[in-house]
């Protein structure tokens, strides 16, 4: 069993920063983690890609955060970060870890790739 819990949000005045966290856990071994995304969605509006970091560290982000945000992954934490500066209001929203391949092993399932796992949201509220 995988999971992926999400820390960090709360609420900050315009131009202030937060990091939030997403730890992956699982039952048994993790032996890898793939490409790691944040997403984010407002209300009534649809989920957007906000940051990605591959296994290898190689980073990209929405247009609308480049020079703001900064995602980063310790895996040995088995952890993904996304420090966000020079926050705004239109930033608001529920922010979502992703992962799209884990590789487990636990002793009764052998190796196993779980496909495309989401953490439950955490909410990043921006005043002006």
Same mark, same amino acid.
């Given at each position: 069993?995988?999971? +992926?819990? %999400?820390?960090?949000?709360?609420?900050?005045?315009?131009?202030?920063?937060?990091? *939030?966290?997403?730890?992956?856990?699982?039952?048994?071994?993790? *032996?890898? !983690? &793939? #490409?790691?995304?944040?997403?984010? /969605?407002? +209300?009534?509006?649809?989920? &957007? *890609?906000?940051?990605? !970091? #591959?296994?290898?560290?190689?980073? @990209?982000?929405? $247009?609308?955060?480049?020079?703001?945000?900064?995602?980063?992954? $310790? &895996?040995?934490?088995? #952890?993904?970060?996304?420090?966000? @500066?020079? *926050?705004?209001? %239109?930033? #608001?929203?529920?922010?979502?870890? @992703?992962? &799209?391949?884990?590789?487990?092993?636990?002793?009764?399932?052998?190796?196993? %790739? @779980?496909? $495309?796992?989401?953490? /439950?949201?955490?909410?990043?509220?921006?005043?002006?």
């Amino acid at each position: 069993q995988v999971q +992926l819990v %999400e820390t960090g949000g709360g609420l900050v005045q315009a131009g202030g920063s937060l990091r *939030l966290s997403c730890a992956v856990s699982a039952t048994g071994s993790i *032996l890898n !983690i &793939d #490409t790691m995304r944040w997403y984010r /969605q407002a +209300l009534g509006k649809k989920r &957007d *890609l906000v940051a990605t !970091i #591959t296994s290898g560290g190689a980073t @990209n982000y929405a $247009d609308s955060v480049k020079g703001r945000f900064a995602i980063s992954r $310790d &895996d040995a934490k088995k #952890t993904a970060y996304l420090q966000m @500066n020079s *926050l705004k209001p %239109e930033d #608001t929203a529920v922010y979502y870890c @992703n992962v &799209d391949r884990i590789l487990t092993f636990d002793q009764t399932m052998g190796a196993k %790739e @779980n496909v $495309d796992y989401w953490g /439950q949201g955490t909410q990043v509220t921006v005043a002006s």
